[in-house]
T-cell receptor, first 116, second 115 residues
Framework: DQQVKQNSPSLSVQEGRISILNCDYT??????FLWYKKYPAEGPTFLIS?????DKNEDGRFTVFLNKSAKHLSLHIVPSQPGDSAVYFC???????????????FGKGTKLSVIP | EPEVTQTPSHQVTQMGQEVILRCVPI?????FYWYRQILGQKVEFLVS????????KSEIFDDQFSVERPDGSNFTLKIRSTKLEDSAMYFC?????????????FGSGTQLSVL
């Protein structure tokens, strides 16, 4: 069951332009959302998060938007830099359907390539 | 900045052998996790550990798996008899209990290859 979905496995963006990574979720019990960045041969690194009571959170070049009614969130990176090239995972924290407990559930990830 | 450390970074083993993956979580964290990522697939939850006991485990975490916190710093994942399908990158993670504790800090992973 894919409770967190990242439908774009890859994205290519020119340096300096905006990168928009999308994530959809199906479980209305999720109440906290996180984006992680992962380089090859490294563990996921926390990037930015948003609580379900907010619709936007900004940290430097990174902004996360949450649309609860659509069960959709997005990560905007502007301007994009070559060092941003990595796999980005959307993750949702909350009571997982069928599990009866709080868990962090990951999407499959989107590989971002920023072209110089 | 404190970090979660994992050893070894790579582990190659024969099918049927036991492996122990080691992790040192961040010192003031109270919740500990193991996740894994099979090549090309998503990061999957295996088990969570709190107050010296398993608090939740996934269907992947069967009787071949066990976790232990043998002392105040280490957190280990043991696979008793490895199978080919256990080949994956295994990530340890930890978090604090207080406000902001939703953020998991991950180690750099152990790449397990079962031959």
């Amino acid at each position: 069951d894919q409770q967190v979905k990242q439908n774009s496995p890859s994205l290519s963006v020119q340096e300096g332009r905006i990168s928009i990574l999308n994530c959809d979720y199906t479980n209305s019990m999720f109440d906290y959302f996180l984006w992680y960045k992962k380089y090859p041969a490294e563990g996921p690194t926390f990037l930015i998060s948003i609580s379900s009571i907010k619709d936007k959170n900004e940290d430097g070049r990174f902004t996360v938007f949450l649309n609860k009614s659509a069960k959709h969130l997005s990560l905007h990176i502007v301007p994009s830099q070559p060092g941003d090239s990595a796999v980005y995972f959307c993750a949702a924290w909350g009571l997982k359907s069928g599990a009866g407990s709080y868990q962090l559930t990951f999407g499959k990830g989107t590989k971002l390539s920023v072209i110089p | 900045e404190p970090e979660v450390t994992q050893t070894p970074s790579h582990q190659v083993t024969q099918m049927g052998q036991e492996v122990i993956l080691r992790c040192v979580p961040i010192s003031n964290h109270l919740y500990f996790y193991w996740y894994r990522q099979i090549l090309g697939q998503k990061v999957e939850f295996l088990v969570s550990f709190y107050n010296n006991e398993i608090s939740e485990k996934s269907e992947i975490f069967d009787d071949q798996f066990s976790v232990e916190r043998p002392d105040g710093s280490n957190f280990t994942l043991k696979i008793r008899s490895t199978k080919l399908e256990d080949s994956a990158m295994y990530f340890c993670a930890s978090r604090i209990e207080t406000v902001g504790g939703e953020k998991l800090f991950f180690g750099s992973g152990t790449q397990l290859s079962v031959l």
